[in-house]
């Protein structure tokens, strides 16, 4: 792939990332002079018909979303088997890494990167465009510090059988919402309870929910208590607690009702003021459940 020329104009150099559906590569737009990034679907899935109709549908409802925290898409295209995605190059890292290399994150830095999350997913949510597969691997920090979200909309293009042939659900299923894990509908409280998530792993260091397969770590988000973060990390100010615990309660109803009502809490959540307020409290979760995860299927994945 190294050294071709897509669509007459995109010159792959180099492959800077890979995942379950797709192979990303730093690429030279020769047209307009600039670097992208160039997402290549796997050899597997370019044959099912099915799977490329729906990747290309969502990959042109999420190039209608124009925000400084989300990656443009820039094309869409097919050049024999080869279906792709032309996207805006992002210099420096991703979140996944910055965990790795130093979380828990200073409390500031972790506020201010999801703010910037919580920002990209109000404008999507207001356009009708649910993620579905928030995690630091999606979430690109440039050099400049500034956050942007990558892949909206993709992980709806994937079908059950997708995910049992890639396995692509193991890297996820931490971050699945109860909903999402139930494999009933999903909506914009199940990007906010994935944010939670993300947010708790930046602060802590560590993740809520862990188990031996995809199946095992599924039930924990539908039926287990997480340890709070503030009993894993004591420097974390109630008030920023408060936000994740109500991001991550597994009734939905209980949670924020918007992106925008998310992020007004988190903007205000370090005000002195609000560092020391009292611990939220919940009425007992109401649709507790024994159901089995819809994922089944993948758990040999």
Known sequence: MIGRELGGRYEIIERIGSGGMALVYKAHDVLLNRKVAVKILRQQFGHD???????????QSAASL???????????????????IVMEYVEGSNLNDLIK??????????????????DALDHAHQNQIIHRDIKPHNIL?????????????????VTSSTITQTGSVVGSVHYFSPEHAKGISTGEKSDLYSLGIVLYQMLTGRLPFLGESPISVALKHLQDDFEEPRQVNPHIPQ???NIILRSMRKNSSERYASAQEMLEDLETCLKPERLNEPKIAFTQDLDETRAMPAIRGAAAA
Do not use: W
């Not at 097919?78 to 792709?84: A, K, S």
């Not at 290399?101 to 919580?118: D, G, M, Y």
């Not at 920090?141 to 992980?155: L, Q």
């Open 239 to 241: 008030s920023l607690e």
């Open 101 to 118: 290399e130093r979380a828990p994150l200073q409390t500031e830095e972790a506020v201010r990167f999801a703010v910037q999350i919580c």
């Open 66 to 84: 124009s925000h400084p925290n989300v990656v443009s898409i820039y094309d869409v295209g097919e050049e024999e088997d080869t279906h792709y």
């Open 49 to 59: 018909e099915e799977f490329v109709r729906r990747f290309r549908r969502e990959a």
């Open 141 to 157: 920090i440039g050099k400049n510090g500034r956050v942007k979200v990558t892949d909206f909309g993709i992980a709806r293009a």
